[in-house]
């Protein structure tokens, strides 16, 4: 079976940077698993962010950055802004499966 | 343009079967990939399964014993069907497109670039 873990909750000061982390407990997903991201505003649908581990989709600010090392990946947020808050999930792909997973969410709060 | 737009009842008995209905605009149904996530009231994202052109399906375990998904290319619609409800299948429930790649390694990971707006389903009697 496999876990996606993040952080419940992060915050952070408008301009500062903060990061989320999603670290994955897995027998099926490999080392070299792709995660991605997607921001939730409440009573809105989730929203891609990043797609395999570092790609932006057209339209995302460059502020939004992801990366991968290991069995964890973390999305990064620099100079934050109050329309940041949000909550943030990662998603991986058991490729033997063939089933997706999401973490638990990360609420974050701009101070 | 691409849209996705979800349908159905709004409130289930339980016991009865969940039938959502996704609606698609800007693409043909039949070159994705499609997924069903739900999200019960300040819950996190559960993913339900995926659908691909009416040839293969891929379902959440915890879920694979209830749950049938279909397309309907001539309507360009996607269904769902859960069946035996019950109260913990309360929950938004959205459709998304999945697009996939293959990595370095040859593995294929697949991700959902566009969302519907949901549609809140209510199982009570």
């Known amino acids: 079976q496999s876990v996606l873990t993040q952080p419940p909750s992060v915050s952070g000061a408008p301009g500062q940077r903060v990061t989320i982390s999603c670290t994955v407990k897995?027998?099926?997903?490999?080392?070299?698993?792709?995660v991605h991201w997607y921001q939730q505003f409440p009573g809105a649908a989730p929203k891609l962010l990043i797609y395999?581990?570092?790609n932006r989709p057209s339209g995302v600010p460059d502020r939004f950055s992801g990366s991968r090392s290991g069995t964890s990946a973390s999305l990064a947020i620099t100079g934050l802004q109050a329309e940041d808050e949000a909550a943030y999930f990662c998603?991986?792909?058991?490729?033997?499966?063939?089933?997706?997973?999401f973490g638990g969410g990360t609420k974050l709060t701009v101070l | 343009q691409v849209q996705l737009q979800e349908s159905g009842p709004g409130l289930v008995k339980p016991s009865e079967t969940l039938s959502l209905t996704c609606s698609v605009s800007?693409?043909?149904?039949?070159?994705?990939?499609w997924s069903w996530i739900r999200q019960s009231a300040g819950k996190g994202l559960e993913w339900i399964g995926r659908?691909?052109?009416?040839?293969?399906?891929n379902y959440n375990p915890s879920l694979k014993s209830r749950v049938t998904m279909s397309v309907d290319a001539s309507k360009n619609q996607l269904s769902l069907n859960l069946l035996s409800v019950t109260a913990a299948d309360t929950a938004v429930y959205y459709c998304?497109?999945?697009?996939?790649?293959?990595?370095?390694?040859?593995?294929?990971?697949?991700?959902?670039?566009?969302w519907g707006r949901g549609t809140l389903v209510t199982v009570s009697s």
């Open positions: 998304a497109r999945d697009k996939g790649y293959y990595d370095s390694s040859n593995s294929f990971y697949l991700y959902s670039d566009v």
């Open positions: 800007g693409v043909s149904i039949s070159s994705f990939y």
């Open positions: 659908i691909y052109a009416s040839v293969g399906t």
């Open positions: 897995s027998s099926n997903i490999g080392a070299g698993y792709d």
């Open positions: 395999g581990n570092t």
């Open positions: 998603q991986s792909y058991d490729t033997s499966l063939r089933i997706a997973m």
